[in-house]
């Protein structure tokens, strides 16, 4: 397998991610509770909305996603060097 076409996907992957983790938490933000309804969650009469409970998880996906994101490019890197390197080598002989 190309190690940079495995990066780039992972990248692309990461930064949809990050891009919904983003969009869940302003919803958060817009959908929070206010007044009796906030009352009403503090007492556990009535459920947070969905995109409260959702917003840290989907932050916590963004995260993950990005440290792999991040290792699979400096992977590709490493591989290019290697290669450049390996070449090099075989030129010179």
């Given at each position: 397998m190309n190690h940079e076409i495995i990066a780039s996907r992972v990248e692309s992957i990461s930064m949809g991610t990050g891009i919904l983790a983003g969009l869940s938490a302003a919803g958060a933000v817009f959908s929070e509770p206010t007044g009796l309804d906030a009352v009403g969650v503090w007492l556990g009469i009535t459920d947070e909305p969905l995109i409260i409970?959702?917003?840290?998880?989907?932050?916590?996906?963004?995260?993950?996603s990005g440290t792999i994101s991040g290792f699979t490019y400096f992977l590709a890197q490493w591989k290019k060097r290697q290669i450049k390197s390996q070449s090099k080598a075989d030129n010179s002989v």
């Open positions: 409970t959702a917003a840290p998880i989907l932050a916590s996906l963004a995260t993950a």
